[in-house]
């Protein structure tokens, strides 16, 4: 199993601010990686898939990065909407898909 | 648009079977290219992947769930349903079902594009 560790556990910041999470996997998924959006009380949302290609209706504001084992969501100007926990998945190595823990991005 | 829709009930007793349904409007399970699959997530915590099926029929399940969870499509086919056996309280979770993509160079390298809301199950006496 790929364990995905995501950094930090939280992150404090204001909004229009840039900010950068981070999710390292423990081997190498080549690009296989997501990045989803969860607000309380929903379920995920799909951000980001090939570790660098948006969904579907996600704002460019949104980027991703990385390969490998190494990779970054960023995300250019806070707005208040995002405000959210963002979760990591790899697709690389299956069963079984695995999730990082989750960033918490939390206002200032 | 796709959506889904989990239902089933929201209290189960340890030991017993956990049998949650997914219905799905704007396309069918007998669809090819999807994954339809069930996730969970436990509270306060992460996400966890149980399994999926693919093709109305073939299923792959996380191993550490394998040998007390089984996914099957519903003879209607807008419909999967999920069974997880002998449960307890460690199997209390927010259950979602969700549509798998192919997002990857190579079958089942599956992200998850679309989500059900989530049903709170709890196992208690």
């Known amino acids: 199993e790929i364990v995905m560790t995501q950094s930090p556990a939280t992150l404090s910041v204001s909004p229009g601010e840039r900010v950068t999470l981070s999710c390292r996997a423990r081997?190498?998924?080549?690009?296989?990686l997501a990045w989803y959006q969860q607000k309380p009380g929903q379920a995920p949302r799909l951000l980001i898939y090939?570790?660098?290609t948006r969904a579907t209706g996600i704002p460019a504001r949104f980027s991703g990065s990385g390969s490998g084992t190494e990779f970054t969501l960023t995300i250019s100007s806070l707005q208040s909407e995002d405000f959210a926990i963002y979760y990591c998945?790899?697709?690389?190595?299956?069963?079984?898909?695995?999730f990082g823990q989750g960033t918490r991005l939390e206002i200032k | 648009q796709v959506q889904l829709q989990e239902s089933g009930p929201g209290l189960v007793s340890p030991s017993q079977t956990l049998s949650l349904t997914c219905s799905v409007s704007?396309?069918?399970?007998?669809?090819?290219?999807?994954?339809w699959s069930w996730i969970r997530q436990h509270p306060g915590k992460g996400l966890e992947w149980i399994g999926y099926?693919?093709?109305?029929?073939?299923?792959y399940y996380n191993p550490s769930l394998q040998n007390r969870v089984s996914i099957s499509a519903d003879a209607s086919e807008i419909q999967f349903s999920l069974k997880l056996t002998s449960v307890t309280a460690a199997d209390t979770a927010v259950y979602y079902c969700?549509?798998?993509?192919?997002?990857?160079?190579?079958?089942?390298?599956?992200?998850?594009?679309?989500w059900g809301q989530g049903t709170l199950v709890t196992v208690s006496s």
């Open positions: 969700a549509r798998g993509r192919d997002f990857g160079d190579y079958e089942g390298e599956v992200g998850f594009d679309y």
């Open positions: 704007g396309g069918s399970v007998s669809s090819g290219g999807f994954y």
């Open positions: 099926m693919y093709d109305s029929e073939r299923t």
């Open positions: 081997e190498t998924i080549r690009n296989n």
């Open positions: 090939g570790a660098s």
């Open positions: 998945q790899q697709y690389n190595n299956w069963p079984p898909y695995t």
